[in-house]
């Protein structure tokens, strides 16, 4: 049995007849007798009353028009819930971010939400090497990385560009230097984050071009426990500016600029290449690229060709 049957079944109901049924359905009356008995030889039982004129229901039809009715019912659910998806009334986006990347998503969210206000996000706490994989097993529908995945299995749009940072405690005697060299730091106690990265590498190679040791004496797992530790007056360290905002804002931190250091990180903004996106994730889409054009850089979206 199919919907439009259980439909002409349920005219005949109401209307108490077929002829009635017919012009209600604009169909012609054997149209819908015949609907009904292929309907009746589908369930192996009589719906109606053979001898009533009035659409009499037997025991199976009875039974039969409360399902009918639940049924249409539901289509009637189904097809007011995917309109208010298609004008984002209701909907659901799952991001994933690690903690550093979630701070370039915190503004663009607080724009998206008030855009589109009825779609629930859940921003999903990944490592960084993970989220690839996430949205490959369309775990998450989209991530937030700041490296570029291998392969061609992703669309990659830069969405923020990052300058690494030197940051010092506000009584650190280079606090009142307005510049250093690299070779300025040889001297110095790094606070570094013991996770491997792009970062991490690119520091390493900056003092070994310069011929400079590189003193990292407590590595820390967290960007957070890194900020609070230098600004207890434990060292010195390199951080992604956008981590850093607030601390110097509040002067918890200073920034030191080192004349050497050009190192940049770039948010990329992925997702599958052959997906069909959600009306929530284009919704999205659609926000971080506005977003963009009206903060203006660092904020960015390029796709991965003019990156």
Do not use: W
């Amino acid at each position: 049995m199919d919907l439009a049957q259980l439909e002409t079944f349920l005219a005949v109901v109401e209307e108490r007849g077929f002829s009635r049924a017919a012009v209600r359905l604009r169909r012609t009356q054997p149209a819908v007798s015949h609907v009904i008995r292929r309907l009746e030889d589908e369930i192996g039982e009589p719906l109606f009353e053979r001898s009533s004129r009035d659409g009499t229901l037997t025991a199976a039809g009875t039974l039969l028009c409360d399902y009918a009715r639940r049924l249409l019912k539901l289509r009637g659910e189904a097809s007011s819930a995917l309109e208010e998806l298609r004008s984002l009334e209701r909907g659901h986006l799952q991001l994933a971010a690690n903690e550093y990347t979630c701070l370039y998503l915190l503004p663009v969210l607080d724009e998206f939400r008030r855009r589109s206000p009825h779609i629930s996000v859940v921003a999903q706490r990944s490592l960084a090497s993970r989220i690839p994989d996430q949205i490959l097993d369309r775990s998450v529908e989209m991530g937030i990385v700041t490296f570029a995945p291998e392969g061609d299995h992703f669309v990659k749009i830069a969405v923020y560009t990052d300058p690494v940072v030197f940051v010092v405690n506000p009584k650190h005697p280079l606090a009142r230097e307005k510049e250093v060299a690299i070779r300025d730091l040889g001297a110095e106690s790094f606070i570094a984050h013991n996770v491997v990265s792009p970062l991490r590498r690119g520091v390493i190679d900056l003092f070994a071009k310069h011929k400079t040791p590189l003193n990292m004496h407590v590595e820390l797992p967290s960007l957070e426990a890194i900020k609070r530790f230098v600004a207890m007056g434990n060292g010195v360290a390199f951080a992604p500016g956008l981590s850093v905002q607030d601390e110097l804002k509040r002067g918890d931190l200073v920034q030191v600029h080192v004349t050497d250091l050009e190192i940049d990180r770039q948010l990329l903004l992925i997702h599958r290449r052959h997906a069909t996106l959600s009306h929530a994730a284009l919704a999205f889409l659609k926000t971080v690229q506005s977003f963009a054009k009206e903060r203006g850089t660092p904020f960015q979206y390029l796709p991965a060709t003019e990156v």
